[in-house]
């Protein structure tokens, strides 16, 4: 079965930094988009960076351009998101998600999640 390792996670101070690791199983890794979310209580779960199957291209939300890093290794099943001068406002549950379209069906995956909290 679909199976993820979320770790990385934790608390640190502002300014600091943290590197997500996700490890991936139960699925071809190698063909699905990866990416992570995060998500605060009362507010919807938002994306924060996305990579191509092949890693060819990412995407990031507007508040973490320039900060953030999102990286996969398909020999590990593991993608990552590097997070530099974090802020408070970045405190949240990380969640990756792993996705593919083939014609008209989307498999989607998503992981347990992970807290990063950031204060002083």
């Known amino acids: 079965q679909v199976q993820f390792v979320e770790s990385g996670g934790g608390l640190v101070q502002p300014g600091g930094s943290l590197r997500l690791s996700c490890a991936a199983s139960g699925f071809t890794f190698r063909l699905y988009s990866m990416s992570w979310y995060r998500q605060v209580p009362g507010k919807e779960r938002e994306l924060v960076a996305g990579i191509t199957s092949t890693g060819g291209s990412r995407n990031y939300a507007d508040s973490v351009k320039g900060r953030f890093t999102i990286s996969r290794d398909n020999a590990k099943n593991t993608v990552y998101l590097q997070m530099n001068s974090l802020k408070p406002e970045d405190t949240a549950v990380y969640y990756c998600?792993?996705?593919?379209?083939?014609?008209?069906?989307?498999?989607?995956?998503w992981g347990q999640g992970t807290q990063v909290t950031v204060s002083s």
């Open positions: 998600h792993a996705d593919k379209t083939v014609g008209v069906r989307e498999y989607d995956y």
